[in-house]
């Protein structure tokens, strides 16, 4: 449920400001697994083990979902950065 929670407070947060939409997509696709064309569902995600690995070295807690507060700032700072 929190990962559900994010992703509407992203799209809302996106409504309010298209140009992030450009970060947030920045953003996934570098998290993307490299071969993900290989494997069912064919789409670019992440991999699991690596997301979990994400959340506990953020978050300490591999289940933990991040706020949609870090999420923005982390895709503003990859566009500054890029």
């Known amino acids: ?5 994010l992703i ?8 309010a400001s298209p140009s992030l939409v450009v970060d947030l ?3 996934a696709w570098r998290f993307r697994s490299r071969r993900w064309y290989r494997r069912f569902p064919f789409l670019p995600l992440p991999a699991t083990d690596y ?5 506990y070295t953020a978050y ?23």
């Open 51 to 55: 997301v979990r690995w994400r959340m």
């Open 25 to 27: 997509v920045r953003v």
């Open 8 to 15: 509407l407070s992203l799209a809302l947060r996106c409504v």
């Open 1 to 5: 449920m929190p990962w559900i929670r």
């Open 60 to 82: 300490g807690d591999h289940r933990a979902a991040p706020p949609a507060v870090d999420v923005v700032r982390y895709a503003r700072w990859v566009r500054h950065t890029a």
